[in-house]
């Protein structure tokens, strides 16, 4: 049974560093069993970490149906997007970024959950498949943390103006109603401050792919062997999009297309994009379900450790439960500044306005009732809903949705420029 497909599948192989094994009785000579590919600043990337990825990505196209490119072009894009995870990984220990237990159990959880299975199950199935669960484990807190850094160091580089909302729900309103879109792209990148020469080099390439492509050139294969971006090695996949939530000129060139469509070759400052339209869906009008919540948030700090922070949340859970006023103890106890003082209150929520962790406990906890105590990023909560309605899209909430669809639209080129800003200023030494 195979567990993983294009949209879920992680990379399970362990890095594998042998012991050097030594007998004095015949006096051999220490063995090398494994090598540096790369060095990466003060970290590098293994042989093994490289003949391991390589193998995964192997079996995931051949489980796809789908033809393995040369060793040498696979190998090429492993090594870079190693590298590139190499990189993150050291940003994320510079800037103190972790996963906790908590939310690695929650995304351990998730995937089983997608493969029909509980956490037992799920375990026992990867044993079964003589894949290693604790380096699974380690390998999806990796992969949370790049997740993590990317979302920290290219979120703070995108600023989206009072006026650019206002002259998005003047001009692009309708935006907030569109269908959403099944996307695939091939990125064929230029560098920085690229000369004339580059630039024509890479349009060349990317109208060779094209032609290829309008033959009948399976895409993901071809994002596979060819695309500089950082999905690359998944086929290209973007997932589901709506079009307002795309750099201009690839939103432009989606306009007339239909699934299957393939498009030419968009210029962008990264380099070229070339993208597929595999499907479409939605684009009605939807009443929105809003939540009326409040919550007492407390912190670990300097001066109350976690173990201290979960007692204290504990016992406030015990005092609530003992006819407390929730908003007394909010206004005297949160160590949320702009809630606490208000009793609490968070006034209506809409979904994917809360982090996941308290919209999940939000939506199972009934009108009046207060749940039991939760762990987000932010601290132990515990909250109390208050109140649910149906609500048409009003002028807030189409605020929020124009500075969401604006931030998406930014967000795909400013990782891809920040990727290569990263990349460009790193040491690194290929050594294969």
Not at 182 to 188: A, C, G, R, T, Y
Not at 248 to 264: V, Y
Not at 305 to 315: C, G, L, V
Not at 367 to 394: K, M
């Amino acid at each position: 049974m195979k567990l993983f497909n294009a949209g879920s599948a992680k990379y399970w192989r362990t890095l594998s560093i042998g012991l050097l094994a030594c007998s004095p009785l015949l006096q051999a000579a220490p063995e090398k069993l494994d090598g540096i590919a790369a060095i990466v600043n003060d970290g590098v990337v293994l042989e093994s970490q490289l003949k391991d990825r390589v193998a995964i990505v192997t079996e995931q196209l051949q489980s796809r149906n789908q033809r393995v490119p040369p060793k040498s072009i696979l190998d090429s894009q492993v090594i870079d997007r190693l590298i590139l995870d190499n990189l993150l990984l050291q940003i994320a220990e510079q800037q103190g970024i972790k996963v906790s237990d908590r939310q690695l159990n929650e995304s351990i959880a998730s995937i089983a959950a997608r493969n029909g299975m509980d956490l037992a199950q799920f375990r026992n199935a990867l044993i079964a498949e003589g894949r290693d669960y604790v380096s699974a484990r380690e390998q999806i807190r990796k992969e949370l943390l790049i997740s993590q850094v990317q979302q920290s160091n290219v979120s703070r580089r995108i600023k989206i103006s009072d006026q650019e909302v206002q002259h998005f729900l003047k001009t692009d309103s309708a935006g907030l109603n569109q269908p959403e879109l099944l996307l695939s792209f091939i990125l064929i990148s230029i560098p920085e401050q690229a000369s004339p020469e580059q630039i024509q080099a890479a349009e060349s390439n990317a109208s060779q792919l094209h032609q290829e492509l309008l033959k009948g050139a399976d895409f993901a294969e071809a994002a596979i062997a060819a695309s500089s971006a950082p999905n690359a090695l998944n086929g290209g996949d973007l997932g589901w999009r709506k079009q307002s939530e795309l750099p201009e000129d690839i939103a432009q060139a989606l306009t007339n297309m239909q699934p299957g469509d393939i498009s030419q070759p968009i210029r962008s400052p990264s380099g070229f994009y070339i993208v597929q339209l595999r499907d479409k869906r939605g684009g009605e009008i939807q009443m929105v379900e809003q939540t009326k919540v409040r919550h007492i948030l407390l912190k670990p700090s300097e001066i109350r450790s976690a173990e201290q922070t979960q007692r204290m949340i504990n016992s406030v859970a015990s005092r609530l439960q003992a006819g407390e006023s929730f908003a007394t103890l909010a206004k005297e106890l949160s160590d949320d500044p702009g809630s606490g003082s208000e009793g609490g209150e968070l006034g209506w929520a809409q979904p994917g306005q809360m982090v996941p962790e308290f919209e999940q406990v939000m939506n199972a906890t009934a009108i009046n009732e207060i749940s039991q105590p939760f762990e987000s990023r932010f601290g132990w909560h515990i909250l109390q809903v208050e109140a649910r309605r149906q609500q048409d899209l009003g002028d807030q909430i189409r605020e929020n949705q124009a500075r969401s669809i604006l931030n998406k639209r930014k967000y795909s080129e400013e990782l891809a420029n920040w990727l290569r800003e990263i990349r460009a200023e790193a040491y690194v030494d290929i050594k294969i």
